[in-house]
């Protein structure tokens, strides 16, 4: 069984930072693409940013220059730096993981979410 669990989330006010981190565990072979979505209350989910197994990256319009993705690959987990955060930042975040567990079977993974909320 693949788990990808993340953890960082939490209150900050405009302009703070947090950094969210995604652990994937259990049977894993490779892990592919990693990414980070969002979603804002009455909203859809929509992507972050995103990096691949070897490092290439690509961020949402409105995360540019902010938010920094980054992975460590002997450690199966991804992180999300976020500074200069805005209210609209707010919402829940999710981490999406491309997994290999067989030769012949792998699936797209979801975490469980983490809340973020940017608030004075």
């Known amino acids: 069984q693949v788990q990808l669990v993340e953890s960082g989330g939490g209150l900050v006010p405009p302009g703070g930072s947090l950094r969210l981190s995604c652990t994937a565990s259990?049977?894993?072979?490779?892990?592919?693409?990693m990414d980070w979505y969002r979603q804002a209350p009455g909203k859809e989910r929509e992507l972050v940013a995103g990096?691949?197994?070897?490092?290439?990256?690509n961020y949402a319009d409105s995360v540019k220059g902010r938010f920094t993705i980054a992975r460590d690959n002997a450690k199966n987990t991804m992180y999300l730096q976020m500074n200069s955060l805005k209210p609209e930042d707010t919402g829940v975040y999710y981490c999406?993981?491309?997994?290999?567990?067989?030769?012949?079977?792998?699936?797209?993974?979801w975490g469980q979410g983490t809340q973020v909320t940017v608030s004075s």
């Open positions: 990096i691949t197994d070897v490092g290439i990256t």
């Open positions: 999406n993981a491309h997994i290999t567990v067989t030769f012949s079977f792998r699936k797209w993974y």
């Open positions: 259990g049977i894993i072979r490779s892990i592919g693409d």
